[in-house]
């Protein structure tokens, strides 16, 4: 049992072997090895302190011996010769796909005849692995303040940054690595736990359950892959030989909760208090009430573990229930008081559980399994809202109840056959239930958006608002599943320890959304009602169809379907071989090859890539031999498949069309009357068939495509070469300091364009090189067509991340531990890989995995290349704790970074024909017509308008938070007692983390919310938690 109180010189030592060690692990790799040197043919036996098995090696002829996938836990180590037992290392801590030395060589052997040996400093550095990694333990996870979840530990890595626009379970989405947030890979016990439509997520557990949490952000060995991001690796609890138990309640209440930041509009220069609209003087006004908003949250949870059988079977099992209530205004100042939904009242529940049983058949063969359940129950009721006295109404307008349920089973077995022989075997299944049930829903009442510059005078305002307020509507019964299984092999022979293996993973989904009866009415309005809505697409103007087009006043009937049952399949052989070259020198060996197959919704495979040979090198020096520098080095290829959403929308018949109509009046469900269609050229080549009033920019019509159309023929897998260079050094007994320099080269990706050599279709493909497609002929066959880059007019792609980490940790006395980290990075390019967050507007970045605006025509990517999103050039974090006395400790962390780069994007010079018509482009001001001089209607750009490449608006301000913790165990209640308070964001520092990049709202007309800041991190909150541990 784990006992919060333990004495000094071994809380010390666990905090440092949770942080110290480190290795090229591999994120699948949930155990550790113990390795070490000692006289040719003595016997060295490694028993499990917690479960009593044991293992024997025998040292090898050239003085060394290793014992591999060991359990994680503490291990009493013995050397014996000729039946005589020589020396004893006691509490030595394995730790989750790490190695610890534990030598026995020279005379040391002889002074320590019989003689137990507890370990008592920092641990050497861990010179059995080529790269450094980051692990946390649990008991570290109690004495540092941190949020009580994994993103927030994997924060406090180097090289990993939290991203606002992406969140799971409620919490950020972190990128490692420059990398986007989807390019990651989350494990637990061993099996990838991502969330297996999107890539965008993970499933959690009770935060109590887990033993170890590992953070990679780069070095992966041959056995992994797909990833080009980061990893992080879970290890659970599990039962010991001592039964334990406990009960935790943490509890983040409202009254010592500060208040959020408002939202305001920025000052642009175009509505201020001159303007002589009234109602456009918004500059520096309130856009959104947010100082009012309420939130607390508590937890409680329960877990026990013991032997149910001593030394053979173990059981450990812990229940978690989390609760987030809270209430906030949804609407902007800008809303209408009459607006539903506008004011919400939510709550968040989270039941979960681990269990995890142990069964050691024999000291050589161990099975186990593991069963967790995460759940997110979330229930809105939604209210009306004044801004006029900021008051909201009582009765309930809107609402939803939405549940994601999540079952994950695991087994595994290990069998160590012989010293040399070592085989392990895993499988897993998860599926993921998902429901939805929206307040009030009824398919048969339209849905309708109207903004109040929309609404034509003399129609009453409520007749726009509709019936209910949902904006789409999940499939019933939806799902996503995976299974997966794993073989693994190693062999020691001679200086070589040899690993081979092969895993499968299959996922599969069926997920969808529609708009509520299908579709959903639009309402707008243009200043100019002779210019046309959307020349690009062929829409002419409100004008040419009358009815109150003549003021400028339309609507669109915009449909909307994504439907599928789509899956992939995943499948991956590797080889491994470490070489020890000399007592020094280690190398490390790889070769990995992945498939990737990706299905349409009819079962079809419109990708397939094979063959994806990705070569793994390391290398360490033991520079004196003693384990007191180290030297490494490791360079690596890195493949990453495409998640199942993208062929719900590109490869399985979506339905994305809108038709514009002038209309006369509007009844009181909302529904327009007197429609009249607004002309549509269909020579553009954006209509649909049966339908030549109904356009769709990627023509997604409803109609499943032929797979061969879908994607580029031979489509390149996105993947990634990565290098990184490095060294670690001991600094007295006590402490380790070290730097390493990483360098990530994207080298192909994935993503759709409809570049208009295409003809006005569109495929996913590779970005910046040529590519073959498969394209429908006028007689409606199919022929093979390849377009070099320069054809379709793209630019070659680029996305790169350089960085030296520094880093300094160790103890001071015996009672503190500390860690300082200082990154210095780049990330640079003109992608940011498989996700868009610069198109954040306020409701999270683009989520449309590996199908993003970027690359859809060439016009977007001038001037993209420049600081990507995920670029922050300097990161600094610590954290530690403190011992004051044996019953009170401080524990505190720190995370500085510098600010996200910040863009203007408007509209392009020119208004050529099949642009989008939006500010999506890099250029900043008025566009104005975007005709020639001269010519009808002609509106010169604004004196401000320029060229203006991604980045170049300066950047946010650097974000400071700090964290700080102070808990009391009494003596008098045996240390079984524990009382902390948490204070995280301690100076109430609330930075924004992104800004509204969009200058204009059409070619003429500023956009009021320009530089406007999106998000802010979370208030100051206090964390008071009781736990009683036996």
Known sequence: MIKQAMPLRRATLTIALGLCLAGAAHAQSVTGNIYGTGEPGSTISVQNLDTGTSRTVTVDRNGRYRASDLPNGNYKVTVEKDGQVIAVRERVQVVIASGTEVSFSGTGVQQLDRIEVRATAVPKIDVSQTDTRTVFTSEQL????????????????????????????????????????SENAFYINGFAVTNPLSSIGFTTLPFDAISQQQVLTGGYGAEFGRATGGVVNIVTKRGTNEWSGGGYAYWSPETLRASPRNSNFADTGFYGADNPDP?????????QLRNKNQSWTQTTGAYVGGPIVKDKLFIYANVEVTKREGAGVASTSQAAATTTNAWQEYSYEYPRWAAKIDWNITD???????????????????YTFNYADFTHGNEQNAGTSNEDKSKLYIGKYTGYLTDDLTVSALYGTQKIDHSQNPWGYDPACPRTSAVATARAPGIPAANYAGCWTAATVNVPGAYDETKGWRLDVGYRLGNHDLRAGLDVMEAESYTGSEYGGGFIWVYSRSNNPNAAIDASHGVGSPASAGGLGSQGYYVRQQYYTQIAKVRTEQSAQFLEDRWQVSDNVLLTLGLRNETFKN????????????NQWAPRLGGVWDVHGDASLKLFANAGRYHLALPNNVAVRAASGSLYTMEYFTYTGVAADGTPTGLVNVPVDPSLGYTCPGNPNAISSNLECGDAPDPRTVAAVDLKSHYQDEFIVGMEQAWGENAVWGAKVTYRDLKSAIDDTCTPAL??????????????????QADGTLAKHTYSAAELDLPKLKRRYYAVDLFLEGSIGERFYGKVNYTFARNYGNTEGQLASDLDTGAGGQTDVSVTQDWDLPQLMVGANGPLPNHRAHQIKAYGSYRITPEWRVGGSLLIDSGRPRSCTSYYPTADQGLYNGAYYHFCGLAGSGT??????????????????RGDNGTTPWGFNLNLSLAYTPNWADNKLSLQADVLNVLNRQVAGSYYS???????????????????????QVRLSARYDF
């Open 759 to 776: 003809g006005g279709g569109c495929f996913i493909f590779n970005p910046g090189v040529g590519n073959t497609f498969w394209e429908e």
């Open 142 to 181: 109690k004495e540092i303040a941190v949020g009580r979840d994994i993103a927030s530990v994997a924060l406090l890595a180097p090289s990993v940054i939290s991203n606002a626009s992406y969140t799971s379970g409620g919490v950020t989405v972190p990128s490692f690595g420059g990398a986007a947030s």
């Open 279 to 287: 109602t456009k003087r918004t500059d520096g006004q309130l856009y």
């Open 998 to 1020: 969009n200058y204009a709202t059409d070619r003429v007309t500023p956009d009021p919310r320009y530089n406007q800041p999106l998000n802010y991190n979370s208030p100051r």
């Open 599 to 610: 299905f349409t919704s009819a079962d079809e495979v419109y990708v397939k890539q094979d």
């Open 364 to 382: 050589n063969h161990l099975l186990e399994f593991t069963g967790i359940s995460d759940v997110t129950k979330y229930d809105s009721a939604g």
């Open 932 to 949: 020639a001089p001269g010519s009808a209607g002609y509106i010169p750009p604004s004196a401000d308008y320029r060229f203006s490449p």
